[in-house]
């Protein structure tokens, strides 16, 4: 007797997420070019000299969240754990930066010539970072090794606590009012070189030159320092799997220390240069651009060194020009940066370059 198989049809399964994540994207990017062909055709509100100055202070404050952006990233490339108090160590770094300044205008060297001038700046920068540097190494000693081994979660919930910690820290020790960086004259916030365009004068300060300046050069430093030196070997072997790491002979704390001391570096670096550029200074200050900085390291691909960079510049030419690309008030340029956020975790998860640190990209 000869048995026969029956064929059953197969059941075929509709992805209805994709068909509304297509639909929800159509809806989203047909809102936008009306609103685009409303301002650039009907309106016509701005002209180019009002274009160039919002892309000029796009890239400035964006440069400021890529640095940020690359202490995020390099955590969580090695931990796979978000340091959501990296913004208030930030905060810290600045303060030092401005206590420093505070001390060589007491003195009368802040302006005495340009030389001081320099070095008051130079050692803001170096105040800056080394408090930040020590502020990101006992965190990692204290609120997150131990920690190593629990869930996912159990240290996510600890750095929001150090977070608070840091913020409530910071306005017993400064108080809750605000402060204003005491610039020397040579980077006076409010000069620069200007040029026209279509007749109307643009300037480019000599803050936001600075900051451009620093950002890029500490942008490739770290991306030098990853991919071409045996340090950085080491972090993308820990970062892809600690166990076989360490019975290649690394040092995992080591490692993770010295990750959390580049990235407490480069977080007091991009204090020092947000108090210069934005003036203003108070306990509060590193919250916000933080939280914009992690969605930088979303929008790049968290875990990607280039990513941060590409997601952090990206990110602040976005929030500069968005609003009048949309024909937006102005104030809710916070919302369309954490919309951004939204649909990048809907749209590509990944990221715009979607590599992780452990790749060798």
Do not use: C
Not at 189 to 199: A, E, K, N, P
Not at 285 to 292: N, S
Not at 318 to 347: M, R, T
Request: net charge positive; glycine share 12%.
């Amino acid at each position: 007797m000869v048995e026969t198989t029956e064929k059953r049809p197969q059941r075929r399964y509709v992805d209805i997420g994709r068909w509304v994540r297509l639909g929800m994207g159509i809806i989203v990017a047909g809102f936008a070019l009306w609103r685009m062909w409303n301002v650039f055709f009907v309106q016509q509100e701005y002209g180019l000299d009002t274009w160039t100055r919002f892309l000029i202070s796009g890239i400035i404050l964006g440069s400021v969240y890529a640095v940020i952006a690359l202490g995020y990233t390099l955590v969580y490339g090695i931990l796979f754990m978000i340091n959501f108090a990296h913004g208030d160590v930030m905060m810290l770094g600045a303060f030092a930066g401005y206590f420093t300044l505070e001390a060589f205008k007491g003195r009368g060297f802040l302006n005495q010539n340009a030389g001081t001038a320099a070095l008051s700046v130079i050692a803001a920068f170096m105040v800056g970072m080394a408090l930040s540097m020590v502020v990101a190494l006992l965190l990692e000693r204290i609120a997150y090794r131990p920690l190593r081994k629990a869930p996912r979660l159990v240290p996510l919930i600890s750095a929001i606590g150090a977070s608070l910690v840091l913020q409530n820290a910071a306005q017993l020790m400064f108080g809750a009012e605000r402060h204003t960086y005491a610039n020397p004259d040579i980077i006076d916030r409010s000069t620069g070189i200007s040029f026209l365009v279509q007749g109307q004068e643009v300037l480019i300060t000599y803050t936001g030159m600075l900051t451009l300046g620093l950002s890029l050069l500490l942008m490739v430093g770290l991306l030098l320092l990853v991919r071409k030196t045996k340090m950085g070997k080491a972090m993308r072997a820990v970062a892809q799997d600690k166990e076989t790491a360490a019975l290649m002979g690394i040092n995992v704390d080591r490692i993770i220390a010295n990750t959390f001391a580049i990235s407490g570096i480069l977080a007091g670096a991009a204090g020092v240069m947000w108090g210069l550029h934005m003036g203003i200074l108070y306990h509060y200050v590193g919250f916000i651009p933080g939280l914009k900085a992690f969605t930088a390291a979303v929008l790049g691909g968290i875990g990607n060194v280039v990513g941060a960079m590409v997601g952090g510049l990206t990110l602040g030419i976005l929030e500069a020009a968005g609003p009048a690309i949309l024909g937006l008030p102005f104030q809710l340029k916070d919302v369309l940066a954490f919309s951004i956020l939204v649909l990048v975790l809907i749209f590509r998860p990944t990221g715009l370059v979607g590599q992780v640190l452990a790749d060798k990209a």
